[in-house]
């Protein structure tokens, strides 16, 4: 691992009024990573942001950037750079000025200020726009011109909070390619923030999920959808069918009245858990076949699959995704392998979640 570039270590928030935004947050951010806050509205994103730029105090705790202590330093001389979600452009500055602004107040050089204006545009792939007003482009430009005025400052770690939610969506979906790329090009940090679960998957080399002003979980989004780590994550990322289950022993879970071979280890005999299973990973099939037998409730053919939601005889519903449509009404067999039955332990903490998921990949 390298060294990290920001590090937060038991951090709390606690506003003026008293309410508490922030929990022992610890982060540890490497340098040239592409990092997602995901979580709900309200969940304390932007706070965290909000710290690492200098913008607000930490209660408690400390924040570190290449290993020293920044808690005290003015947000001015931190080396990072914020993009906001309204992009905070000068409406009477031309393309040019808005990014040479930051360069005018250190008072560098014109010609340098020139060079890496036009720098900071080609990289934006905006050559040709620095003397077009800002009601002369597009949503999607002005969003790449508040990038060219953070990145023309040359930060290591480049905050961006929300700054995407204004396009729409085709716009945001080819933005998230040119912000990915853009990322890999430059190799500085990128610490996104966002509520959207597939704009979060989709970009990041690493997530936090943050709710309640806590960090639930952190991992690269496979780990975090493939292995979620309690019933919010499972349902805040992606679709999950999660059900109360038992744990009867090892490799064995109880859940619908039913005993399933799964892939969990290391419980209590009879500990309560509960179950995830995707509903990509379960497969249709006749009714005596399936491990689980649904009558077909709602069908809706969503382009490249079929969602299906099913109803047990304990009257739980099941979503699965099937590539071929079912009539409705019908009886169907639901069928899933062992290693799609993920479990949850009410309660853990992610460091033993972690050494749990490590056991078993040595098993
Ligand atoms: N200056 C403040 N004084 C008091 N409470 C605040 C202040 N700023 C934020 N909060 C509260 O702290 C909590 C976290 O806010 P924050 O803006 O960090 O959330 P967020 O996850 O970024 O939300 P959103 O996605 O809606 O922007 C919220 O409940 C918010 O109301």
Known sequence: MAAPIIELRGITKTYDDGFTALS?????????????LLGPSGSGKTTILRLIAGFTNATTGSILFEGQKINDLPANQRKVNTVF????????????DNVAFGLNLQKRPKAEIKKRVLDALKLVQLPGYANREISEISGGQQQRVAIARAIVNEPKVLLLDEPLSALDMKLRQDMQ????????????????????????????????VVNDGKILQSGTPVDIYDEPINHF????IGESNILPGKMQADYQVEFVGKTFECADAGMKPNEKVEV????????????EQGKLVVTVDTQLFRGDHFEIIGIDDDGNEWLIHSTNPVRGGKHIGLTFEPEDIHVMRFGEKEADFDARLEQYEED
């Open 24 to 36: 022992n947050i610890n982060m540890t951010i490497e340098p040239g990573k592409f990092y997602s």
């Open 85 to 96: 979600q309204n992009y905070a452009l000068f409406p009477h500055l031309d393309v040019f």
């Open 177 to 208: 390619y040119e912000l990915r790329e853009l990322q890999q090009r430059l190799k500085i940090t990128f610490i996104f923030v966002t509520h959207d679960q597939e704009e979060a998957l989709a970009m990041s080399d690493e997530i936090f």
């Open 233 to 236: 994550v499972a349902n805040f």
């Open 276 to 287: 995830v299973l995707r509903p990509e990973d379960l497969d249709v099939t006749t009714a």
